[in-house]
C-alpha cells in the first residue's frame, strides 16, 4: 500500500481560531501557524483539493465576547471579520511557501478578497489551489461550524476534518472528568441525542442531512492533518 496515497480527494478542513494563538490565547502564534500551513501544503501536494474554513475566536467569538453589550448581529458580525484577518494570515504564509492559494468571502470585500463563488471556488480547487473561506456564512446566528458543513456540502467534500483543541469525541468533557470515554467511530444521531460537545447542533444537523462524515482530531501535532488524510485511524468518525 502507498502509504503517500491519500484516502479523500477532496476535503473541508475547519480550523479553530483559538488554534492560531497557540498559548498566547489571543492574536497570532506564527510558529504554530507555520506548522499549520505546512501541514496543509502537504495535503496539497500530495494532490489533495483542500477548502479551508477558519474561525476567529483568537480576536473575537462573537456573542461570547459581546457579553450582552454588542447587539448580537453585530458582535456575530464582527466575529466575521476576525475570520477574515485569520484567512488571510494563512494565506501569506502558505504562498510563502510555494503554495497556490485563494481566500472567498461571504461578505463581499473586493479589495481583500473574490466574493464566495462556489463555481469558482470549485475551479481553484481542480487547479490545485487551497481555497480559504472567510466570514462564515456571512450571515449572523451561524457558527463557522456551520459554515464549515455548509462549504463541505457545496463543493462535493468527501469528509470534513475537524481540527480542534481536543482528541477526540468524549462521553464527558475530558477536562472535568478524569475517566471520560473517547469514542472511535460515533454516529450524528448519538451525538444529537447525547448533546455531545462535537459541532453545534445546527452544524450536526446539516452534516447529517447531507450524509458528510466529520473526523475530529487534535491540531497540537499539526502533522495529525496530513495522517487523517492518509486515511489513519486517528480521532473519532462521526458518520
Known sequence: MDTDKPKYKRVLLKISGEVLAGEKGSGFDFEVMEHVCRAMKKCSDMGVQLGVVVGGGNFWRGVKDGG?????????????????????????????????????????????????????????????????????????????DTAAVLRAAEINAEAILLAKNVDGVYDADPKLVADATKYDVITYDEVLTKRLGVMDSTATSLSMDNHIPVILFALSDPENIVRVVKGEKIGTIVY
Open 68 to 144: 450582552g453589550k454588542v447587539e448580537r448581529c453585530k458582535a456575530d458580525q464582527m466575529g466575521m471579520m476576525a475570520t477574515v484577518m485569520n484567512a488571510l494570515a494563512l494565506s501569506d504564509i502558505l504562498e510563502r511557501m510555494g503554495a497556490q492559494v485563494r481566500v472567498q468571502t461571504a461578505i463581499e470585500m473586493r479589495n481583500v478578497a473574490e466574493p464566495y463563488i462556489r463555481l469558482k471556488a470549485v475551479r481553484h480547487l481542480e487547479k490545485g489551489r487551497i481555497v480559504i473561506f472567510g466570514c462564515g456564512t456571512g450571515s449572523p446566528y451561524f457558527s463557522t
